[in-house]
């Protein structure tokens, strides 16, 4: 170690992260001690690094963030993670800001601070790249002066912010690709109104535990848009049909519309989702380069509803990974003639249940006929801790069933996954 450069030394102790290790480090001798103040590129307080910092007391974890901090120069990504403080003041943390933000490149913090700082004031028009900030209040957006021309990546968790604000703020972000908005208290005018988003650079969205009447995201470049845990009334998507992955997870919509967004869609995952199958499938129909389709744990509007197989083998050639869990009516198991229809491509099929009946092994069996080119099977199940004697007779006639007809499809490795 004595004959590599501080600069290399640097880069070492960047990649150990927590602060308290690099501490430690820098005072071996005086090279690494260099290294630590004129070459440190990453510095992180994580309550979760050292069992201490939960016993130390608001004023005296500011004095050591601000004291490591101080020592640095040239610092690119600060973390500072204390999910066991409620809040810190509102003095210490614009020093901290101020002392780096002409070349930090990376922020990351989660506490309050009382009073409250405009965090964008301070970090912008300079050279962040990447912000993630929770728990905190962003208020008075001003696009024309708060710039963040560099910045690529933005996370907001648990942040009280006003419709209009957050429009604004993505106005200020010309090159912003990814979006993550988790719990955000947004803060509506008018309670009836519509928040709109727009973005030209925007490639990645992830929306998660967010209730509002209705959402229209304009983004031309977007290729990933994932929901969960949403309760929405209306969700639209303005784009120009470069989206390539959909997921939804127990979201509550009304009307969900991607517009002529699904062109180029490759893969959709939907899972605990209430669906109308003719409306869900005219959403997605022109999916020809579709690889991957799971629905999972999904429930049908009108209970005569069922997965069209068919449609799905004539609407998505190129599928090549199938993933179906619902609750198996006598509708699912009309397949007409074997040579009706072929999912020639599935090579991965796993198909799921949550309460068993006979019909699933016929479903299984009627799926299995429809691939000639499977490779893999998984089962999924849910095995209650206290069976009747019926259910541990339809399971026990159901391992039975697949022993038989795996005998048929030796090349097929079949997994089984139950909880």
Not at 165 to 184: E, G, Q, R, W
């Amino acid at each position: 170690m004595e004959y590599l450069p501080v600069e290399v030394i640097g880069n070492i102790f960047s990649r150990l992260g927590a602060a308290r290790d690099i501490v430690i480090a820098s005072s071996t001798c005086r090279k690494w001690r260099e290294a630590w103040k004129n070459h440190l590129h990453t510095l992180t307080f994580n309550s979760n690094d050292w069992p201490v910092f939960h016993e130390l007391t608001r004023s005296r974890l500011e004095i050591i963030i601000t004291q490591t901090i101080f020592q640095t120069n040239g610092l690119q990504t600060l973390s500072i993670i204390m999910d066991d403080v409620d809040e810190f003041s509102a003095a210490p943390v614009i020093a901290w800001l101020m002392y780096t933000r002409e070349t930090l490149r990376q922020l990351h913090y989660n506490v309050r601070t009382t009073p409250n700082i405009n965090i964008l004031e301070k970090c912008g028009r300079q050279r962040l790249e990447v912000l993630a900030l929770a728990h905190n209040t962003i208020t008075g957006v001003e696009p024309s002066y708060q710039k963040f021309p560099c910045l690529r990546s933005l996370s907001l968790s648990f942040v009280s912010i006003s419709a209009l604000d957050l429009s604004l703020f993505l106005t200020a972000c010309p090159k912003v690709a990814v979006l993550n908005l988790v719990s955000i208290d947004i803060v509506m005018s008018d309670p009836q109104a519509t928040m709109e988003l727009t973005s030209n650079s925007l490639r990645d969205i992830y929306v998660e535990a967010i209730s509002l009447d209705k959402i229209i995201l304009e983004a031309d470049s977007l290729e990933k848009l994932h929901l969960k845990d949403c309760t929405l009334e209306v969700f639209e998507l303005v784009s120009k049909g470069k989206l390539k992955l959909l997921k939804i997870d127990d979201v509550s919509v009304i009307h969900l519309d991607i517009g002529e967004s699904a062109e180029n869609l490759e893969i959709v995952d939907v899972s605990n989702f209430t669906i109308m199958w003719s409306k869900f499938h005219h959403m997605i129909a022109k999916s020809s380069k579709l690889r991957r389709l799971r629905l999972w744990g999904v429930v049908f509007d009108d209970d005569d509803e069922a997965v069209d197989i068919e449609t799905i083998s004539a609407c998505f050639p190129q599928l090549s990974h199938l993933s179906l869990s619902y609750e198996i009516r006598e509708t699912a198991l009309h397949y007409g003639s074997e040579d009706s229809f072929q999912l020639e491509n599935v090579v991965v099929l796993e198909l799921g249940w949550t309460v068993i009946s006979g019909l699933f092994s016929h479903w299984v069996a009627g799926l299995l006929e429809r691939c000639p080119n499977l490779r893999k099977l998984v089962i999924y199940g849910v095995v209650s801790e206290t069976k009747t004697h019926e259910e541990c007779h339809t399971l026990a006639n159901f391992t039975s069933f697949i022993v038989r007809l795996m005998r048929k499809y030796l090349h097929v490795d079949i997994q089984f996954e139950y909880e």
